[in-house]
């Protein structure tokens, strides 16, 4: 009886852990995909996207004007925000990605001009 009611109980806690976590999932990308979301990320690239750049290069004091164009000409570009946020709720949402193919492996499908952008 006591195994039974713990399994129970265990049950019990796992779906109300499921059920905060998918909520939790679609507040998360509700905001996500809101209109302040996107102008927080214009305002945080704006703000510190040179810095980073610098910050994140071996030596800062050889990082020239034209790297730092290279790595902020992307960000120029019409919506390039709302699709850094597409990315992010793809990789929230993504519930099995074991199984997927790697982009490696895909990269041959891409029929359209656009950027690669890697994150590690």
């Known amino acids: 009886m006591c195994m039974w009611l713990a399994g129970l109980v265990l049950k019990l806690v ?3 852990q499921d059920t905060v976590r998918a909520l939790s999932t679609k507040v998360l990308v509700a905001f996500l995909r809101s209109s302040l979301a996107a102008s927080l990320v214009r305002l945080i690239m704006d703000k ?3 810095t980073g ?7 800062p004091s050889k990082v020239t004007d034209h790297v730092i164009q290279g790595y902020t000409k992307p960000l120029r570009s019409k919506g ?3 699709a850094l946020l597409e990315y992010t709720i793809s990789m929230i949402t993504d519930t099995s990605p074991k199984s997927r193919v790697p982009v490696s492996k895909r990269l041959s499908e891409i029929s359209c001009p656009g950027s ?5």
């Open 116 to 120: 690669i952008i890697c994150f590690f």
């Open 53 to 59: 750049v610098r910050n994140a290069w071996y030596d």
């Open 14 to 16: 796992m779906a109300v």
């Open 80 to 82: 390039w925000e709302t």
């Open 48 to 50: 510190f996207g040179v």
